[in-house]
């Protein structure tokens, strides 16, 4: 059974880097085809994808967000890191990373952390 | 890299369809088999409905059913019941070898 929890800061300051840790079980992220992606969602609004980590080092980042993130991963803890640097208010959302169902298929997360709100104000 | 556009809300009656449409670029829809869709209940995570464009993972309903015709994908509830009331995202690959979601859709059973 694969699950996957999200930790991390419940509150940051403007201008601090936010550092999210995935922690998963069920799988390895040194088996081939294996991914974990970041996926926001701000209060009422939309799911917004961040990035993803293949278990080649392979990774991904959104365009309008990629000089801002870095993922990295852990495969001896089982753990995927995201960190997003320079927060500001509208980065307040639930952040939530994902399992890929599949590795040439980066859009199908077919299993989700429960997520973590965070909140980004002085 | 814009989001795919969703219509905000659909509703339909019991036992009804209804389909949700996903429209993007040759860049992303156009481009790929790659369109998932996703059932969210308020407070939940999301739960993959379909992937590649028309295939249903273990477990979810054959009521939902997926298709794409150029630019479009879209997402079909047959027979519906009020425990599909949610909200739906549709992503799909894109060309900047990132992904991309709908704005999401509020499905309301009267």
């Known amino acids: 059974q694969i699950t996957l929890k999200e930790s991390g800061p419940t509150l940051v300051k403007p201008t601090q880097t936010l550092t999210l840790t995935c922690t998963f079980s069920?799988?390895?992220?040194?088996?081939?085809?294996?991914?974990v992606g970041w996926i926001r969602q701000p209060p009422g609004k939309a799911l917004e994808w961040l990035a993803l980590i293949y278990w080649d080092d392979d990774k991904r980042y959104s365009p309008s967000l990629k000089s801002r993130l870095t993922i990295t991963k852990d495969t001896s803890k089982n753990q995927v890191v995201l960190t997003m640097t320079n927060m500001d208010p509208v980065d307040t959302a639930t952040y939530y990373c994902?399992?890929?169902?599949?590795?040439?298929?980066?859009?199908?997360?077919?299993?989700w952390g429960q997520g973590t709100m965070v909140t980004v104000s002085s | 890299q814009s989001a795919l556009t969703q219509p905000a809300s659909v509703s339909g009656s019991p036992g009804q369809s209804i389909t949700i449409s996903c429209t993007g670029t040759?860049?992303?829809?156009?481009?790929?088999?790659?369109v998932s869709w996703y059932q969210q209940h308020p407070g939940k995570a999301p739960k993959l409905m379909i992937y590649?464009?028309?295939n249903r993972p273990s477990g979810v309903s054959n009521r939902f059913s997926g298709s794409k015709s150029g630019n479009t994908a879209s997402l079909t509830i047959s027979g519906l019941q009020a425990e599909d009331e949610a909200d739906y995202y549709c992503?799909?690959?894109?060309?900047?070898?990132?992904?991309?979601f709908g704005g999401g859709t509020k499905l309301t059973v009267l």
């Open positions: 040759s860049s992303d829809v156009g481009g790929y088999n790659y």
């Open positions: 590649e464009v028309s």
């Open positions: 992503s799909s690959y894109a060309s900047s070898s990132s992904v991309v």
């Open positions: 069920g799988f390895s992220l040194s088996t081939s085809g294996v991914g």
């Open positions: 994902a399992h890929v169902r599949d590795g040439y298929n980066p859009a199908a997360f077919d299993i």
